[in-house]
């Protein structure tokens, strides 16, 4: 059995919703999602959304303006930005569930985070354009007008219709664990939150306090900045690889410290990747296991998080030590150099003759020399040798015969 103390790479980058293969296959004609519920799901809800939002901005923006009202008016506004919104989720939706391919090795999921960054600064925009608007309206309060009580029926219509999208959409993107679909759900909550304020607003305008108009449309856009400022700098934080919380990553770590024949974990990192997360981890094993064996580790060990945690993808790099305390062994000479020296020190033993295994450890080399039982007889004189070789050598820091059985 062949020993190996080596530093093993073993970079695991199978994804866990496709192959390598995807990307040496051509376009495909029809458009295949990656995850086909998520897409439907979210292409539904959408186009729910679509179809809400088309008749609330009608009704608010024609409504407001016939009624007087520029509270409504700005509601009409939210709803017409919704409408916008709405179009990107369905384009990033579609490009977000494409296969990997050569240039997208990892998946297209960050364009539904680049499409939650777009949509919160635009919402943003829009939110302080309406303060601003508001504002300046109130430096004239006597050209404030009354408002029609029609505002109050569209206003209670769009709450309603606004609060119930919001509860539907929020049930689908939690079934398909959908960041993008959970934002524009929120979203829908803000328009309701928003709608409440409109209705107060009219209201108070009805009972004489014309002025209150204006303030619910001020309300409105701090609302919709404050949502929209906050959905972008969210998306920037994934987008900038920000890691998952402390809790979560504890949880990574303990699901690989729980893998058989993983000693410890150390440079465990992870980043955001839409729904998903990537993850990077040093695992340190037996130095003395065969490379089969520590790869065989390693897989488990990818398997064991893609199956227990919402990880997108695994990287495990085995370490027969801790190369954060250990003393570094790039410096040493390669297997040739390492026979050549050892072939010198022991007087010109043809070491071709014998199968050698290096150790590379704590800056210096471990060797176990492999004899048959046809060498068993050179063996003493051999391993006399090797023990005052390494009494003095700058590279070797122990080397072992041992008798075997059968030749590789």
């Known amino acids: 059995m062949l020993f190996c103390h080596t530093q093993l790479h073993i970079s695991l980058i199978d994804m866990k919703n496709h192959s390598h293969s995807h990307s040496n296959h051509s376009p495909k004609e029809v458009f295949e999602p990656a995850n086909p519920e998520r897409f439907a799901a979210a292409q539904k809800s959408t186009w729910v959304s679509i179809g809400i939002n088309l008749v609330l901005t009608f009704l608010q923006i024609v409504g407001g303006f016939f009624a007087h009202s520029q509270a409504l008016m700005a509601d009409g506004l939210h709803s017409l930005s919704d409408l916008f919104s709405d179009v990107l989720v369905l384009f990033a939706n579609r490009h977000g569930n ?95 939150a928003s709608s409440l304020v409109v209705l107060v607003g009219v209201a108070g305008n009805l009972l004489g306090y014309t002025f209150l108009d204006l303030v619910a449309a001020a309300v409105v856009g701090v609302m919709i900045a404050h949502m929209g ?125 014998y199968r050698v295994v290096f150790h590379y450890l704590d800056g210096k080399v471990d060797a176990d020399i492999y004899v048959t039982q046809q060498q068993a007889q050179q063996a003493s004189e051999l391993q006399e040798g090797c023990d005052a070789l390494v009494k003095n050598d700058e590279l070797f820091r122990t080397v072992q015969l041992h008798l075997s059985y059968a030749q590789n």
């Open 98 to 192: 494409a296969h990997a391919d050569a240039n997208h090795p990892y998946g297209h999921a960050r364009f539904e985070t680049a499409a939650t960054l777009v949509l919160g600064v635009f919402l943003a925009v829009l939110g302080i354009g309406l303060l601003v608007a508001a504002a300046m309206r109130l430096q004239n309060p006597s050209a404030v007008q009354a408002v029609n009580p029609l505002a109050l029926g569209i206003g209670l219509v769009a709450l309603i219709a606004k609060e119930s999208m919001f509860r539907y959409m929020l049930a689908v993107a939690k079934r398909v664990r959908s960041q993008m679909l959970v934002a524009n759900a929120w979203h829908a909550r803000s328009d309701a």
């Open 229 to 353: 400022s906050k959905l972008a700098i969210e998306a920037m934080a994934e987008l900038i690889d920000t890691g998952l919380d402390e809790e979560e990553v504890e949880a990574i770590k303990q699901t690989l410290l729980n893998t058989h024949g993983v000693r410890s974990v150390h440079e465990l990192r992870t980043r955001k990747m839409a729904d998903n997360a990537l993850v990077d981890a040093h695992v340190i094993v037996d130095p003395k296991i065969s490379v089969s064996e520590g790869h065989y580790i390693a897989e488990s060990a990818r398997y064991a998080v893609l199956k227990n945690h919402h990880v997108l993808d695994v990287m495990v790099h085995i370490d027969p030590e801790d190369d954060m305390q250990s003393k570094p062994n790039a410096h040493l000479p390669s297997r040739p150099k390492l026979l050549a020296h050892l072939a010198e020190r022991l007087g010109g033993v043809d070491l071709a003759n």
